[in-house]
């Protein structure tokens, strides 16, 4: 696919808030002219903790998924616009996030170096990274403070429940909760809190859960999330 192809296709397919979104014309050129498409098929990861922070992309088609530094916790979801692993450009450090396509994914990826070039052509272009990063930050931070005491007290809930029927050691153990609604009201949270944190622990693979009865098929990742 030629870049003026699916530069032409990505501006008209992201949201404006996206990275990509933000961009003018010719900074959008500019980057199209030194980025190289690369496929990848689900499940495959695009970057993994510790690497080099030797490029950065920006997702074309797809959508992928942030995982923490130990993999297990879903931290975020990128969609066509985004950028992703700027921040190690920026700071110059190794990663800190597992980055792993969650469907069948193209991403126009950048050297470096050469984004060392764009930005000293294009000052705003870093501007524009700054940005994202400083939203995303802010996000973070107001999820961890709303979301994250929810989400550890259903954790810590299921491996109790787990510890008390001996069968935190033991793979697909039940936990019955009876429903949703009647979990959020035991533990003084929001249905949707409880919701939130169900669905992110099938995302990770952890439980699965169907007519009130929680199956937990990692209990050892369980154990760790509870901490």
């Known amino acids: 696919m030629t870049s003026s192809l699916w530069t032409h296709e990505l501006s008209a397919r992201c949201a404006q808030s996206t990275f990509w979104g933000r961009l003018k014309d010719n900074e959008r050129a500019a980057f199209a002219n030194v980025a190289k498409v690369e496929r990848y098929k689900r499940g495959m990861s695009l970057m993994n903790v510790g690497d080099p922070g030797s490029w950065l992309a920006v997702l074309c088609v797809g959508r992928v998924r942030i995982l923490d530094g130990t993999g297990d916790r879903l931290v975020a979801i990128r969609v066509p616009g985004d950028i992703v692993g700027e921040q190690a450009i920026i700071d110059q450090q190794r990663r800190s996030a597992v980055v792993v396509a969650d469907s069948a994914v193209r991403a126009a990826q950048v050297r470096a170096k050469e984004f060392e070039r764009l930005i000293s052509a294009m000052p705003r272009l870093l501007r524009v990274v ?13 999820a961890n403070a709303s979301q994250n005491d929810s989400f550890t007290k259903v954790v810590r809930y299921l491996v109790n429940e787990l510890e008390r029927g001996g069968g935190l050691a033991s793979t ?21 809190s409880v919701v939130r944190a169900f669905r992110r622990l099938r995302d990770l693979g952890v439980v699965a859960t169907r007519n009130g009865v929680v199956t937990v098929c990692d209990p050892l990742r369980l154990r760790v999330l509870a901490r």
């Open 130 to 142: 700054c940005t994202v990063i400083s939203e995303r930050l802010r996000e973070a931070t107001l």
């Open 172 to 192: 697909n153990s039940a936990v019955h909760i009876k429903s949703q609604d009647q979990l959020a009201a035991l533990l003084g949270l929001s249905r949707e």
